[in-house]
């Protein structure tokens, strides 16, 4: 009896520190993203991101244990929202909603704490990476964000299976990937040619 309760609690350590891996790896992306836009995102912005991947950094090295309070998180997202309206006047409707991206997926990282969360982030993130291409539309910049793509897909894959090693997730999400280049190809083909919905 004893050896079971020592196995669940060893199956329940390795899924949580998995989980970790996961959102360890959701919170690269979102600094990495939101740093490609860096002409176009305020740097108080940026340092909410900075600031909101060192929590899951310190929650994954076991130097923090606890998240920031929902009452100190809404009160950061009101005032980060009243500064973003002053000074979304300045930079224009399309550069403000930008911002508000990147400042939505930063609060949702320090926020996490269900299954949902991380979809949600998840989301934004293939979002905020399809507002990278407005900006950046080189070849190397189409790598990156394929790059990022990939990540994001390794880290649900970590969120959702977290007993199978990373280097298997990553042959897989490979695999799954090269298969939908012919229909992302064909996508890239046709969709330009019908009329705007």
């Given at each position: 009896m004893?050896t079971?309760?020592?196995?669940k ?6 899924t949580?520190s998995?989980?970790?891996?996961a959102?360890l790896?959701?919170a690269v ?11 176009s995102?305020l ?8 600031c909101?991947?060192?929590?899951r ?9 606890h998240?920031?309070?929902i009452?100190t998180?809404?009160l ?6 009243l ?6 006047l ?10 508000l991206?990147?400042l939505a997926?930063?609060?949702k990282?320090?926020?996490?704490r269900s ?5 949600q ?5 293939f ?6 291409f407005?900006?950046n539309?080189s070849i190397?910049f189409s ?9 994001l897909?390794?880290?649900?894959a970590c ?22 280049l012919p ?7 046709v969709?330009p040619?019908?009329p705007?919905?």
């Open positions: 004893f079971r309760y020592k196995q609690i060893n199956s329940a350590a390795i949580r998995s989980s970790n891996i959102l790896l959701l992306a979102l600094v990495f993203v939101s740093f490609s836009l860096f002409a995102v740097t108080w912005i940026l340092l909410l991101v900075v909101g991947a060192v929590i950094t310190a929650i994954y090295c076991d130097i923090y244990k998240l920031p309070s009452r998180l809404n950061l997202a009101v005032l980060s929202v500064g973003l309206i002053y000074t979304a300045s930079v224009g409707l399309l550069l403000g909603m930008v911002n991206l990147v997926c930063a609060l990282l320090m926020q996490m299954r949902k969360d991380v979809y982030l998840v989301i934004s993130l979002f905020l990476i399809g507002c990278g407005i900006f539309q190397g790598l990156f964000y394929a790059f990022m793509c990939l990540l897909l390794l880290s649900l969120y959702h299976a977290p007993s199978i090693t990373i280097k298997k997730h990553l042959t897989h999400i490979s695999m799954l990937s090269i298969q939908a229909i992302g190809f064909m996508m890239f083909l969709l040619q019908l705007p919905l």
